[in-house]
Nanobody, 114 residues
């Protein structure tokens, strides 16, 4: 299983950014696909996920600002981030879960300047 994130970059506070996660296998073969983020010296934190029934779950810190979505045909999961804040600065990782198997992408940097 291969996951490749893209779309990271540097933005100003209040702006928007959309991350993409290209998955090498059918999205519905996974229990869920989600986004996590990590800052230096800290653990990787949950951000959002979408499951095989298209149910969405969000961390409280991003609820109402971030949206997770997917396109089955293109095997891609998106994270649309709006009203970005300096505290959203992190490396964002895509993670897929299928049964006991957990798969990670390489991460993409998001930097928000205030």
């Amino acid at each position: 299983v291969r996951l490749v994130e893209s779309g990271g970059g540097s933005v100003q506070a209040g702006e928007s950014l959309t991350l993409s996660c290209a998955v090498s296998e059918l999205l519905n073969s996974f229990n869920n696909i989600g986004w996590f983020r990590q800052t230096p010296g800290n653990q990787r934190d949950f951000v959002a996920q979408i499951d095989s029934s298209s149910r969405e779950v969000y961390a409280d810190s991003v609820k109402g600002r971030f949206t997770v979505s997917r396109t089955l045909g293109f095997r891609t999961v998106f994270l649309t981030m709006s009203d970005l804040k300096a505290e959203d600065t992190a490396v964002y990782y895509c993670r897929a879960r299928r049964g006991p198997g957990i798969y990670w992408g390489q991460g993409t940097q998001v930097t928000v300047s205030s």
